[in-house]
T-cell receptor
Framework: KAGVTQTPRYLIKTRGQQVTLSCSPISGHRSVSWYQQTPGQGLQFLFEYFSETQRNKGNFPGRFSGRQFSNSRSEMNVSTLELGDSALYLCASSLVDIDYNEQFFGPGTRLTVL | KNEVEQSPQNLTAQEGEFITINCSYS?????LHWLQQHPGGGIVSLFM?????KKHGRLIATINIQEKHSSLHITASHPRDSAVYIC?????????????WGAGTKLIIKP
């Protein structure tokens, strides 16, 4: 069974641009969560999607948004990029309920904002 | 004070040593994760616990809900165990989901 895949793996953007990251969950998994990891803040929860609906949201500004498609693939969008958005963005999928099912992580997308 | 505290922050040991990493939390939780992150970023979920103890190979994770404390043990440690180990708790205060992460413990096992 293929694992969680994320594209692209590396991305360089400049301030003010916008970016879209993609995550394909493990086949059969319906929940996709997104996380931001920075050296200063560690791992922080962005949001979770289940059946094309945002089910949970962390404390990030509205510049960070996401969506989930009917095949459970998810995209995350960051508009008006800031230098502080440079981070490793990880997505994780789980079967149904992230309270009771393990999460499987993708390799991440490393975003650098110049 | 952080809601999830890990100790130690850094740990260097010799191959073969028994390793213990601790995680204490101050919120009510539905589950606790232990994850492993290797250089380069890949994260692997090691355990998800809501009570008791779990074992997988040389790894053992325990949780004491009353004391709000969990430990991750590695027996017969090996250089390939070198990684950052992260504790994360799932909490739903007032129905709002939170996933709260510890800062991680950087483990180096020397041959």
């Amino acid at each position: 069974k293929a694992g969680v895949t994320q594209t692209p793996r590396y991305l360089i953007k400049t301030r003010g641009q916008q970016v879209t990251l993609s995550c394909s969950p493990i086949s059969g998994h319906r929940s996709v969560s997104w996380y931001q990891q920075t050296p200063g803040q560690g791992l922080q929860f962005l949001f979770e999607y289940f059946s094309e609906t945002q089910r949970n949201k962390g404390n990030f500004p509205g510049r960070f948004s996401g969506r989930q498609f009917s095949n459970s693939r998810s995209e995350m969008n960051v508009s008006t990029l800031e230098l502080g958005d440079s981070a490793l963005y990880l997505c994780a999928s789980s079967l149904v309920d992230i309270d009771y099912n393990e999460q499987f992580f993708g390799p991440g997308t490393r975003l650098t904002v110049l | 004070k952080n809601e999830v505290e890990q100790s130690p922050q850094n740990l260097t040991a010799q191959e073969g040593e028994f390793i213990t990493i601790n995680c204490s939390y101050s919120v009510g939780i539905s589950a606790l994760h232990w994850l492993q992150q290797h250089p380069g970023g890949g994260i692997v979920s090691l355990f998800m616990l809501s009570s008791g103890k779990k074992k997988h190979g040389r790894l053992i994770a325990t949780i004491n809900i009353q004391e709000k404390h969990s430990s991750l043990h590695i027996t017969a440690s090996h250089p390939r165990d070198s990684a950052v180990y992260i504790c994360a708790v799932r909490s739903r205060p007032e129905g709002n989901y939170q996933l709260i992460w510890g800062a991680g413990t950087k483990l180096i096992i020397k041959p």
